[in-house]
Each structure stands twice: as C-alpha cells, then as structure tokens.
C-alpha cells in the first residue's frame, strides 16, 4: 500500500518570504506525483505533476516542485508567497497500473501582512 | 468553460433521511470520482466509474450510493445507514481511469445533520 505524509498541518509565512511545503511518499517505484491547492469552501486545483524526466518540474501561480527519489519527497516551493496564497495544499500520489490516487492529510498555509 | 458543477452548495439531512448530491462535467471526460472530506484527514474515496453504467466501491463505501446513467452525471446518494454523514464532498472527474490522469474537481456540497 501507498501513504502520503504531509508533516507539517500548518505553516504560517510572511507575505512575500519563500514557502516550502514538504510531502514524503511510500512506494518502491517511480510514482505520479500531484500538488493541489484548496481554497475555503472551494474544491481542488491542480497546481503541477511529476510523471519522470526531469526532476524540478514548473506549475501555476508561481509555484514548482522537486522530485527526490533518494529521500522519496516531493516538497512544493514558492519563492516569494502572496496574500492569495493563503489556503490548503494536498500533495497526491498514484501508482503504475492503478487508478487510485492518494491523498496527503493537507497542509494549511496563512499568509501574514 | 468545461467544468464540473456540485449542487447544492449546502445540504442538511433528517435523521433516516437519503439525500442526493449532484454532479455534472461538461469536459467529457469518462472517469467519474466522489470523495469525502474531513477535517485533517485529506481526501477518501467513496466510489468512481470508469465508464457510463459501471461503478465500483472505493475505500469508504458503506452508507453511500451511486449511480452513472449519463457520461456527464454522477449522483451520490448518502443513505440513512451512513451514521456520521457531516463532511464536506467532492465530486471529480478524469479523461480515463488511471492514476497519471490529473484530477478535476468541482466546489464540493457541504452536508450536515438537523
């Protein structure tokens, strides 16, 4: 079986710091990774996937990920965060042959002025 | 715009009352998804359908029905046998059923208990 961790469920940062939210995996292969942001009360928007090839792959909104097979991480970063990205981040993972994906616990993120 | 639709937006249910949640996509996609949501848990998965007229169980399927009679429409029905039905619920869709397909997911309806 398949397991997200997100460790940290909730990270406050100052208005135009960097962000890095981390998520760990288990699983032996190369799995398909995704970020999603929530919104409050909003459904869930995809912000970047990692399929394979290169391992620092670009999103929306500024944001980009970084696939690490040795430490079985893919921890999203934002070089300098805005008011509106305050919400809830969810990294996903799915496996080969399957259909299923699973999802972190979330990590909530408040922008301060 | 494409896009899926959650109606309503808020929903409360009777005791040994069946409510119905509504889901339409206009993506044309063929998979079809419903999760629940709760507070610090992240997303668990109720049921999904690959196709028109097939479904299977996720991982919390008990208390819940579906049904996929249209390729637009996924409807769950949250029966009285779900005891701790208060969360909040997401419908999604994908082009096919596979785990490297991104996921897209409406606003979601949030159900609570009178």
């Known amino acids: 079986a398949q397991s997200v961790t997100q460790p940290d469920i909730h990270i406050t940062v100052s208005e135009g710091a960097s962000l890095e939210l981390r998520c760990n995996y288990s699983?032996?292969?190369?799995?398909?990774l995704f970020w999603y942001v929530q919104s409050p009360g909003q459904g869930l928007q995809l912000l970047l996937k990692?399929?394979?090839?290169?391992?620092l792959v670009q999103g929306i909104k500024g944001f980009e990920a970084e696939f690490k097979r040795s430490q079985s991480s893919f921890n999203l970063r934002k070089p300098s965060v805005h008011w509106s990205d305050a919400a809830e981040y969810f990294c996903?993972?799915?496996?080969?042959?399957?259909?299923?994906?699973?999802f972190g616990a979330g990590t909530t993120v408040t922008v301060r002025a | 715009d494409g896009g899926i639709t959650q109606s309503p937006k808020y929903l409360f249910r009777k005791e040994g009352q069946n409510v119905t949640l509504s889901c339409e996509q206009n993506l044309n996609h063929d998979a079809m998804y419903w999760y629940r949501q709760d507070p610090g848990q992240g997303l668990r998965l109720i049921y999904y359908s690959q196709i028109v007229n097939d479904f299977q169980k996720g991982d919390i399927a008990e208390g819940y029905s579906v049904s996929r009679e249209k390729k637009e429409s996924f409807p769950l029905t949250v029966t009285s046998a779900q005891k701790n039905p208060t969360a909040f619920y997401l419908c999604a869709s994908s082009t096919e059923l596979s785990s490297n397909q991104p996921q897209h997911f409406g606003d979601g309806t949030r159900l609570s208990i009178l």
């Open positions: 990692y399929f394979s090839g290169d391992t």
């Open positions: 699983y032996g292969a190369t799995p398909y």
């Open positions: 996903a993972v799915g496996r080969a042959n399957d259909y299923k994906l699973s």
